[in-house]
């Protein structure tokens, strides 16, 4: 993310969602609100229906993952980080990991 965006952006890395991950690794959200193995594609979804214009860089990894994820979501910042966080971690709980 190009510094031109600070303040405008935030990223969002799939570790940050991850309940299998401590936060050490750099799961940022509680675990009752986290989801196992998130997807790039649904932070996508969950990020767009928030309306939070999600554009996706590929190329990216965090730091303490690197060999786990490929790819980070950058998206409006509309609140606060964790708020933003958790609203698309439940978001992805409730519809696009539905259990049948």
Known sequence: M?????????AIYPSY???????????KVPIDVAVENPRIDEIVKAASEL????YVEEDKT????????HGRVTVRKADSKIRILKMISQLIKDK???KH
């Open 2 to 10: 190009s510094r031109e965006y600070k303040g405008e952006r935030i």
């Open 62 to 69: 965090h730091p303490r993952t690197w060999y786990r994820y």
């Open 17 to 27: 969602l991850d309940k299998k991950l401590p936060r050490r690794l750099g799961r």
């Open 96 to 98: 696009y990991r539905k």
């Open 51 to 54: 309306g939070l214009d999600p």
